[in-house]
């Protein structure tokens, strides 16, 4: 599928655009990889569904918080942050960068990304993608 590749090219033009990129990856919003650059050491579907789940609950705790539409989430850790945010109607951009980045060069950089991606999968079913993943065995 030529989008896929296009995909894939595009998230490698992210990593290498967005300062300090350890990972990253294309998920939909059910928890399954579209596509990414893991370390092996990393069981992507775990952070997929993990990520989609992180996603849902700052999306709600947003909505009970009156602090309007989800944008972006940031997990601080000791070694890194995780940004998560949407890209399009369908799926979810999650980079994980180091700790000594810049991070609002870092969030600016994510959602100039994730605007990308949700303009290269308008009007492409993320279950395709999904599907297609899986077929040629991830």
């Given at each position: 599928?030529?989008?896929?590749?296009?995909?894939?090219?595009?998230?490698?033009?992210?990593?290498?655009?967005?300062?300090?990129?350890?990972?990253?990856?294309?998920?939909?919003?059910?928890?399954?990889?579209?596509?990414?650059?893991m370390?092996?050491?990393?069981?992507?579907?775990?952070?997929?569904?993990?990520?989609?789940?992180?996603?849902?609950?700052?999306?709600?705790?947003?909505?009970?918080?009156?602090?309007?539409?989800?944008?972006?989430?940031?997990?601080?850790?000791?070694?890194?942050?995780?940004l998560?945010?949407?890209?399009?109607?369908?799926a979810?951009?999650?980079?994980?960068?180091?700790?000594?980045?810049?991070?609002?060069?870092?969030?600016?950089?994510?959602?100039?990304?994730?605007?990308?991606?949700?303009?290269?999968?308008?009007?492409?079913?993320?279950?395709?993608?999904?599907?297609?993943?899986?077929?040629?065995?991830?």
């Open positions: 599928m030529a989008r896929t590749e296009e995909l894939r090219n595009l998230l490698l033009s992210i990593r290498d655009e967005v300062p300090g990129v350890r990972a990253l990856a294309v998920i939909s919003y059910d928890g399954f990889v579209i596509e990414s650059f370390p092996s050491s990393v069981d992507e579907d775990l952070m997929a569904a993990m990520g989609s789940s992180v996603l849902s609950i700052a999306e709600r705790m947003g909505i009970d918080l009156g602090l309007g539409n989800f944008e972006l989430g940031i997990v601080a850790g000791a070694d890194g942050y995780l998560l945010t949407k890209a399009g109607e369908e979810i951009l999650m980079v994980l960068v180091n700790k000594d980045v810049k991070l609002g060069v870092a969030l600016y950089s994510v959602k100039k990304a994730a605007n990308k991606v949700a303009k290269l999968l308008e009007g492409i079913p993320v279950g395709e993608l999904v599907a297609s993943r899986w077929a040629e065995g991830a």
